[in-house]
Structure formats: C-alpha cells, structure tokens
C-alpha cells in the first residue's frame, strides 16, 4: 500500500488559499452585498473536520490575512474569525452530528456574529454606522454551506487529509 507522502496542510492551506482568492474578488456592488464569506466558511468547515490541525490560531491568521488582502483595519477580522472559531471548536463534536441543513443555520449563526464583532470593531474604531449590508452575507453563505460541505468533504477524504 503506497502512502501518501504530501503532508496534510499543503492540501488544507491550499483550500484556504482560494477561498481567500475568492473573498478579495472584484465584484460589482450588488454582488458584493451578497457575496459569501469564503475566507470564514472553509476555516469552519476545517475546524469541524479537523480540530485537531485547524484551531484559533489558524482562524486568527486567516483573518489577519484577510485584513492585509481587503485593506481593513488589523486584526479586526483577525479577532472576529478567532471568536467564531472557538465558539465552533468548542461544540465540533455535536456540530458533526448535525445534518448538513442545521449546520447550514447554524453557520449562518455564526457568521453573524463574525459580521456583528466586525461591526462593533469598526464602530468603535472607525465611527461607521449600521447597514444591513454588514449581515446579509451571513445568509448567503448558509445557502453556499450547502454546497461547499459536501466539496470540502469529498475533498478531505480524496486526498486522505487526517
């Protein structure tokens, strides 16, 4: 039996490399309200499967990176994704249980919160004001959770990433 001599986190930091290619896309405004939180859903998506590889460090890195690519003050989404993240390592062992529909709901949960940590960050520190724009990609990503669970999963398990 041959094994697999490529290490796990090329194969996992190479899906975290896309999605944050595609969460600093150019894309019209109306697509922009409405664009899913990429960056966000694949670091979930490896903190439900492996704990034990991506954990709050990872998330706060991811984030940080997401700051330096969208231009945003540092570490704010850094500390957002970080606060998501643990909240969804803590539970992964009852979020694996869940059907693919709950955790869609509560992925959507937990973006928004990501996007409302955000939110309150910039308040404090760039005096912005509400919009519902802030949240509205929480729901369209609950939506892609339907479709990116099951490509990540397959992806895990075609590659053998333990």
Do not use: C
């Not at 194969?11 to 405004?29: D, E, K, Q, R």
């Not at 959507?108 to 919009?131: D, E, K, P, T, Y």
Request: glycine share 4%; proline share 4%.
């Amino acid at each position: 039996m041959a094994k697999n001599s490529t290490s796990p986190w090329w194969y996992i930091n190479a899906s975290i490399l896309v999605a944050l290619i595609l969460s600093i896309m150019p894309l019209p405004l109306q697509l922009k309200a409405i664009w899913p939180d990429w960056a966000a859903m694949v670091v979930i998506y490896w903190a439900i499967a492996l704990p034990h590889r991506v954990s709050i460090g990872t998330a706060w890195i991811v984030g940080f990176l997401l700051d330096i690519l969208l231009g945003t003050v540092l570490g704010v989404n850094a500390l957002a994704l970080s606060l998501v993240v643990f909240g969804v390592s803590s539970n992964f062992q009852k979020l694996r249980n869940f059907t693919v529909w709950q955790q869609a709901a509560l992925v959507g949960i937990f973006l928004i919160l990501f996007h409302l940590v955000v939110f309150w960050l910039n308040r404090f520190l760039l005096n912005v004001n509400f919009s519902v724009e802030y949240i509205t990609p929480s729901f369209t990503s609950a939506l892609f959770w339907l479709w990116l669970f099951p490509v990540l999963r397959s992806y895990r398990r075609r590659f053998k990433i333990r």
